[in-house]
C-alpha cells in the first residue's frame, strides 16, 4: 500500500470536514425559529474528530520509524511538524492580535498575554482563554501535543493491548492534571473532566489511537480485522455510525436543553468513543475500496482544496471573516465561497512556500 493510493480521498474528506465546521462556526439558524435545525447544525463541531484520527494515521503511517529514536530522523520529524503548522499560524495570530490592538479591543497588558497564550498554544488548556484570537487553534493545542509525544508512543504501541494501555494511561495523566489544577488553580488550565475530555489530547487519545490502529493494518504490523464482510460493507457501516453519532448528539442536546451534546458525559462518550470508531472505518473504506465517495474525494479539485484546508480553518473565524462580511457580502453561502478561494489563495502564495522553505532550511540529510 503506498502513500499515492491513501492520500488522495483522505485528503479529499480533509475539505468537507471543514467545511461542516464551517457552517457549525456560522450556524445560520435562529434558536428562537428554528430550533431543531439550529440545535442540530450545532453538533458539527464533531468534524473535529476527522482531523484527529486522520493526524494519529498519517503521523504514524509516515513517521513509524521515530520510535528507534534516531537523531536525525527525529530532527527532521519535528522540522517537518513545525513546518506545517506554525509559519501561517504566526503570522494570522500575529495579525489578529495587531488588529485587536488596534482597535482596542483589549488593555496592552492583556494583548500581550492572550498573544503569548495563543502563539505558544497554551490557550488550549484553559477554560478561560481557549476561544481567543483564532477561535479553532485550540483543537491544535491537541495535534501539537500528539505531535511531541508521537515518538513515546510508537516506542511503547506495538499492537493493539499496548496501544489500550496508552490510552489509558493518558487517561489517566488527564485525571490528574485535573485534579491538581483543581486543588492549585491556575488560569482555569484543566478547569474539570469535562474540558480535559474535550479540549485536551489527554481526552482525545482514543481518536488518534484509532487512527494509530488503522495505520498498523495498513503497514501490516497488526492483523487486518476488517478483512471478508466488515469489509466489503465498511462504506455503509461508517456512515451509519457515523450518521447516528450526529443523531444521539443532535438527542442528547436537545432533551437536556445544552448547546452541545458534549455537555454531558453521555454525549462526551458518544462524540470520544462512538463517532472515531465509525470515523476509522470509513478511512479504512477509502483506502481499500472503490466507491463514488471515493471518486469523489480523490478528484483533484477535492485533493487541491483538501491541501488548503489548515488555512481555511485558521481563515474562517479570523479578521478576514470580519472583512469580508464588511466589503463582500454577509450572506452565508457567499461568504463561504469567498473563504475557500482566499483560502487556496493563501496555500498557494504562503502558507505552501513558507512550509517548503523551513523544511529546506532546517532538515538534516540522512
Known amino acids: 500500500m503506498t502513500q499515492k493510493k491513501i492520500i488522495p480521498a483522505l485528503t479529499g474528506i480533509r475539505a468537507i470536514s471543514a467545511y461542516f465546521i464551517f457552517f457549525f462556526h456560522l450556524n445560520f439558524f435562529s434558536p428562537s425559529v428554528h430550533e431543531n435545525l439550529y440545535t442540530f447544525l450545532n453538533q458539527f463541531y464533531c468534524f473535529t474528530n476527522f482531523f484527529f484520527v486522520l493526524s494519529g494515521f498519517l503521523i504514524y503511517y509516515r513517521y513509524s520509524d521515530i520510535s528507534a529514536l534516531n537523531k536525525t530522523v527525529l530532527h527532521n ?78 516506542l511503547y504501541a506495538k499492537n493493539i493491548s499496548s496501544l489500550i494501555k496508552t490510552v489509558l494511561i493518558l487517561y489517566g495523566i488527564g485525571l490528574l492534571l485535573t485534579l491538581i489544577f483543581h486543588y492549585f488553580p491556575f488560569e482555569n488550565f484543566f478547569d474539570n473532566l469535562l474540558f480535559t475530555s474535550y479540549f485536551t489530547f489527554f481526552g482525545r487519545a482514543f481518536e488518534f489511537a484509532c487512527g494509530i490502529f488503522l495505520g498498523m493494518v495498513v503497514k501490516g504490523k497488526i492483523k487486518n480485522c476488517f478483512e471478508g464482510s466488515i469489509g466489503k460493507n465498511s462504506l455503509y457501516i461508517s456512515l451509519v455510525i457515523i450518521i447516528m453519532s450526529i443523531i444521539f448528539l443532535y438527542l442528547i442536546a436537545k432533551n437536556n436543553n445544552i448547546d452541545h451534546g458534549t455537555y454531558s458525559w453521555t454525549g462526551m462518550g458518544v462524540n470520544n468513543i462512538l463517532l472515531p470508531i465509525g470515523i476509522t472505518i470509513l478511512f479504512y473504506s477509502l483506502i481499500y475500496y472503490k466507491s463514488l465517495l471515493q471518486r469523489f474525494l480523490s478528484s483533484n479539485l477535492m485533493v487541491q482544496l483538501g491541501n488548503s484546508t489548515y488555512s481555511f480553518y485558521l481563515l474562517h473565524t479570523s479578521f478576514v471573516l470580519s472583512y469580508i462580511f464588511k466589503f463582500i457580502s454577509k450572506n452565508i453561502f457567499i461568504t463561504f465561497i469567498c473563504m475557500i478561494i482566499f483560502s487556496f489563495i493563501f496555500h498557494k502564495l504562503v502558507e505552501q512556500p513558507l512550509a517548503l522553505l523551513v523544511r529546506k532550511r532546517f532538515r538534516k540529510t540522512q
Open 77 to 154: 520529524y519535528f522540522v517537518d511538524r513545525i513546518a506545517r503548522i506554525y509559519p501561517i499560524l504566526l503570522i494570522l495570530i500575529s495579525a489578529t492580535f495587531l488588529t485587536a490592538y488596534y482597535h482596542h479591543y483589549y488593555s496592552n497588558k492583556e494583548t500581550i498575554k492572550l498573544y503569548l497564550l495563543n502563539i505558544t498554544l497554551l490557550k488550549g488548556f484553559s477554560a478561560q482563554y481557549w476561544f481567543t484570537g483564532i477561535t479553532p487553534s485550540w483543537s491544535l493545542s491537541v495535534e501539537e501535543l500528539f505531535y511531541l509525544l508521537a515518538p513515546l508512543i510508537f
